[in-house]
């Protein structure tokens, strides 16, 4: 396994500077209502720089980093809540895909749920400038894929359709909780 104190910016130095956030700097609520569907809020007061293009990072601190992602466009908050859906195995607007579902099913096995949710960040590299691809979204989507390519091959996170248990990941697996212990 690879170490927790790992910087992606010294993986991948071009990223640049990064910001973190916790979950809820993002998202105000994630309950499940009682027709079973998520119900998820975002903040009013969010950062900024969720309406910027760039790379992202989930982070657990038991779990370590589970996902790698990017956002081409203003949509890192949208993206956010599919992620959550498919953490909790609860879609409705996502599609569940195979690596999030085997996530999902240890996440839950291992006792972990919304509760948990508090101790998620994100890690974000806003991309610089898209003005190096001027009326270019293709090549910029391209570029930004590439980056996230890079980045999924170094630290081999679980739920990253890349993900490859036999090698080293930056992705940890706990043991179960102890239901019985306060």
């Not at 950062?47 to 790698?68: L, Q």
Request: one cysteine or more; a positive charge; aromatic letters at 14%.
């Amino acid at each position: 396994m690879l170490n927790n104190t790992m910087l992606i910016s010294e993986v991948f130095p071009p990223l640049g500077k990064s910001v973190r956030y916790n979950f809820y700097d993002i998202f105000a609520f994630v309950r499940v209502a009682d027709s079973g569907k998520l119900k998820i809020s975002l903040r009013r007061d969010r950062p900024a720089e969720v309406k910027k293009s760039g790379i992202y990072v989930w982070h657990h601190p038991d779990w370590g980093y589970f996902y790698v992602g990017i956002a081409a466009a203003d949509n890192f908050t949208e993206r956010w809540n599919k992620h959550i859906q498919k953490l909790l195995d609860n879609c409705s607007s996502a599609k569940q895909m195979a690596n999030w579902k085997a996530f999902a099913d240890r996440f839950k096995a291992a006792g972990y749920g919304l509760d948990d949710f508090k101790d998620i960040t994100l890690r974000f590299f806003p991309v610089a400038s898209r003005t190096e691809f001027p009326g270019e979204e293709a090549a910029f989507k391209k570029y930004l894929e590439d980056l996230e390519t890079r980045i999924v091959g170094i630290i081999n996170p679980a739920c990253n359709k890349e993900y490859d248990p036999a090698r080293r990941s930056a992705t940890r697996f706990p043991e179960p909780r102890n239901p019985n212990v306060d």
